[in-house]
């Protein structure tokens, strides 16, 4: 009884143990499962990722924190330039003075110290352009920020797609692999039994190399994708969430038309050349400055001493409207107004260049979008089919002798072409639909991305800090 007692608590026991050993690994997998997709890089993390780390925004946004000072430099043309001045050395004077002492050149150790406070009352409307020169400049360089992350967010959408297509196409090609080892298996047991030629066991051998050929060159390209996601996101693609098609936003072109006439609204590059149409324009307002007198309001100080010949202090006060006003220059100024016109006519003509490039660039990827949107369904047809197809050749040479290997072998090798071009025009379909969004100058948006704030063209850039090692920051 004992005994019986003992192998029925046993049992128990065992049964407790097998249970809690089968909770704690379903436990662990829900676990690293749930870790996995926590810590999936989502297509939107990879693009603020490589907003944030790549060096090409460090360029334009240092760029428009150096135009912005030079605003501050041009608006400080409206305030009062003051200068002191001081200096001493020997004189030799000749004047009325020297010659009514009887002394025709007098030796002095000149002195002298001044404060001038000048203050342009008129300079033909200079100041004016240039601070309105800058201001386009600035909203330039902002746009110019705007455009830059929209470009590295692009790539890097890309570099993400690029990589989970590459690893789809991976897992194919092994898939692919290891249906020709088993065709191989089964190949050598019929010729071994007498029912297929040694040349058949070479064929599927041959075909075998080729599939190992296919995953080499395929693991080569996925590698090259990692690289090229490193390059541009600055970290290693480990788990990558799924590209998530844009549905809702390509709402916002219907039609290719809808497209182009948005981007010319919304390019980010379309709108930076039109605020460099802006800056030549007031550039060729400042070339006509030189044009018109200038008028300052001169105000000074001087306390000297021993000056002209003439011994003891020599101070004055003076409060003066001074105009001047070039009446030549070697014609510089008019060759100066000629460049600001080339300047304005190479802006405009770049801002055409700009528009037809948006143009193309937007009724290119609705076509690409388009394209590859149509051919999903062909292609899944084709993978139904060419699956059916493998089938029955599959039955009818190993079962009934009815096909040969090489027809076996063919209709594996069109089911793998067709499952790697499904792939292919899916993850195409997606980009495109994310180049369209970039094109009409909707990406940043549609993705909710944190882009630096020197975007911002209504808000002023930080003040530059010196970047030298050791330097005090000023």
Do not use: C, M, P
């Given at each position: 009884m004992k005994r019986v007692a003992g192998v029925f608590l046993g049992r128990r026991l065992r049964g407790v143990l097998v249970a809690m050993t089968v909770l704690a690994i379903a436990v662990l997998a829900m676990f690293v499962l749930a870790t996995g997709v926590a810590e999936a890089q989502s297509l939107r993390d990879s693009a603020q990722q490589a907003v944030k780390t790549n060096p090409r925004l460090d360029v334009v946004t240092n760029n428009r924190q150096a135009v912005e000072q030079e605003l501050a430099r041009a608006r400080g043309q409206y305030l009062p330039q003051v200068d002191l001045r001081a200096g001493v050395g020997p004189e030799w004077s000749e004047n009325g003075t020297t010659r009514a002492r009887?002394?025709?050149?007098?030796?002095?150790?000149?002195?002298?110290?001044?404060?001038?406070?000048?203050?342009?009352?008129?300079?033909?409307?200079?100041?004016?352009?240039?601070?309105?020169?800058?201001?386009?400049?600035?909203?330039?360089?902002?746009?110019?920020?705007?455009?830059?992350?929209?470009?590295?967010?692009?790539?890097?959408?890309?570099?993400?797609i690029d990589v989970l297509r590459q690893r789809e196409l991976v897992r194919l090609a092994q898939d692919n692999l290891e249906v020709h080892r088993r065709i191989l298996g089964r190949v050598r047991q019929r010729a071994g039994n007498g029912a297929a030629p040694m040349a058949d066991v070479d064929q599927a051998r041959a075909r075998l190399e080729n599939a190992d050929a296919i995953l080499i060159e395929t693991r080569g390209a996925l590698e090259d994708a990692e690289n090229r996601y490193e390059f541009i996101v600055h970290r290693r693609p480990g788990a990558l969430g799924p590209a998530e098609f844009p549905r809702q936003a390509l709402d916002r072109a219907s039609s290719a038309d809808a497209a182009v006439e948005r981007a010319r609204r919304q390019n980010r590059t379309l709108r930076i050349t039109e605020s460099d149409v802006v800056v030549a324009e007031r550039e060729i307002d400042a070339a006509d400055a030189p044009f018109y007198p200038r008028v300052n309001l001169e105000v000074g100080a001087t306390r000297n001493r021993d000056i002209d010949?003439?011994?003891?202090?020599?101070?004055?006060?003076?409060?003066?409207v001074v105009m001047r006003w070039n009446l030549y220059r070697g014609g510089s100024d008019i060759a100066q107004r000629r460049v600001a016109l080339g300047r304005m006519s190479q802006a405009m003509a770049q801002r055409q260049v700009a528009a037809r490039n948006a143009e193309e660039e937007a009724r290119r990827s609705w076509v690409q979008y388009t394209t590859a949107n149509d051919r999903l369904q062909p292609l899944r047809n084709a993978i139904d089919r060419n699956r059916r197809v493998r089938n029955a050749y599959n039955d009818q040479f190993f079962n009934q002798g009815q096909r040969s290997l090489i027809d076996v072998l063919n209709a594996e090798n069109e089911l793998f072409v067709s499952r790697g071009r499904l792939v292919s025009a899916d993850q195409t379909r997606t980009f495109s639909a994310y180049r369209l969004l970039a094109a009409m100058g909707d990406l940043v948006d549609v993705l909710g991305l944190e882009i630096p704030a020197e975007a911002d063209e209504a808000k002023p850039a930080p003040v530059p800090q010196d970047p030298r090692p050791g330097r005090a920051k000023r």
């Open positions: 009887g002394d025709n050149w007098a030796y002095r150790t000149r002195r002298e110290s001044g404060v001038f406070v000048t203050q342009r009352l008129f300079d033909g409307w200079e100041t004016d352009s240039e601070v309105e020169r800058q201001k386009a400049r600035g909203q330039s360089a902002a746009r110019r920020v705007g455009e830059t992350s929209e470009i590295v967010a692009l790539d890097a959408i890309e570099a993400h010949g003439a011994k003891g202090d020599d101070n004055d006060v003076s409060a003066l």
